[in-house]
């Protein structure tokens, strides 16, 4: 236990400029807030939002969850305390992913929930993601907690609350099997793995051998180190991609620390990238529901194509798991997602579920043959990521604009340009004072002309 919360810890948040500094992190997303443990966030800061955010909920009851990093044990201990001192019942999920997490929260009817979780970000760094049940906090409920805080002193403690051990494993993976449990099991397949070192091992492993699968695996052991590199890009996946190689594995996984996010590796030993998980999986979705798809702003145009041949339309939102939720509700779409490997099945799972994206993909090796095959009928594409040193600014969008005169625009989320052989989407960092651009082309030579544009503008 840990006395010293109500007295030295809660009172973090007292100085304007901290309160400031933290309120400018909880803008980072419209899911929570991410920095580096002892630097940009203290314990203190921990305890502190997740109480703001228990009154802001008026929550009697909070489902707390952590990933595998190795601050976390700490920092959930005191939240814990923190949480229990202010008259709430703590739900204590421990260690699990994201999406279970946010399964939980309506499995257990939870007032709020919170993980403790710096997803893809470093090792060093930790932050929380702000729940609802069943979702992640809407983006305007955002806008208000940003408020309260910012209105809300700390409070003093001294009441008494209590906790519950809650396994919202079992919950999650029960009704997620329920919804492949007519499929078939064969054939039995052998299936590499890589978690990354962060929570998803263990249910990724328990729920492929729910499967059928045979699993081998490559930094599983839950211990938060991310040796490989804490994204399931390509470049990181050498290690998974060799194992699927020699072993010859008929496929392979990769998530990121939380697991709301999936990559594969095909038969081949092939990583063709996050941007292939969501459209892959959409096919299975629309095979089962014909419904509308929805992505964000910076999602590949490959869910174009899959959209067509099913004769449903795509609607894309600002970046942003929350928007995406949003107009898949709204619309009563089928899916969605978020090209980094973040799949969304509304009726199943309000939010990423990397666990349900490898379940898709499992069915879809059993029933197609080849992933490696489904890949190369989609279109290729090149994509380009690049960040700029500079501040956000209308006249830099009017400008990049100016280039493209018959481009459809979008500038719900800084600028978004489309024309037939590509599309481009600079936004402003909420953080840093940098502007990011991911653009995709048809061609390598499209890209480079594109790209040599938007840079006479944004480096001169």
Known sequence: MLPWVAGRILPSLTSPFRRAKIIQMVKFSVAGLRGVVGEDLKIGDFVGLSQAFARFMEAKEVLLARDARTSGAKIYDAVKLGLIRLGVKVLEANMVTTPTAVFGTRAFDADAGLVITASHNPADQNGLKFLQPGRFLLPARSEEFINFVKDKGPVSGGLNGGYERVNALDRHLAVLLELFGKDSKEPRLRVGLDPVNGAAGPEARMLLEELGCEVHAVNFEPNGRFGRGSEPVSENLQGLRSLVKEKGLDVGFAFDPDGDRLAFVDERGRAPGEEYTVPLSARWALERRKGDIVVNLSTSRLIEQVAEEAGV????????????????????????????????????????????????????????????????????????????????????????????????????????????????????????????????????????????????????
């Open 313 to 460: 339309a795509v609607h894309r939102t600002p970046v942003g798991e929350a928007h995406v939720v949003d107009r898949l509700l709204e619309i009563e779409g089928c899916c969605g997602g978020e090209g980094n490997g973040g799949f969304i099945l509304p009726s199943f799972n309000r939010t990423r579920d990397g666990l349900l994206a490898m379940a898709v993909l499992v069915q879809l090796k059993r029933k197609h043959g080849s992933l490696a095959e489904m890949v190369d009928a989609l279109p290729t594409y090149h994509r380009h990521k690049e960040k700029f040193e500079m501040e956000w600014s209308e006249r830099l969008a009017e400008m990049v604009s100016s280039f493209f005169p018959s481009a459809r625009k979008d500038t719900r989320d800084g600028l978004w340009l489309s024309e037939g052989d590509f599309w481009l989407h600079l936004r402003p960092s909420n953080t840093e004072p940098v502007v990011r651009l991911i653009l995709e082309a048809d061609s390598r030579e499209r890209a480079d002309k594109i790209l040599k544009r938007v840079r006479r503008v944004c480096v001169g």
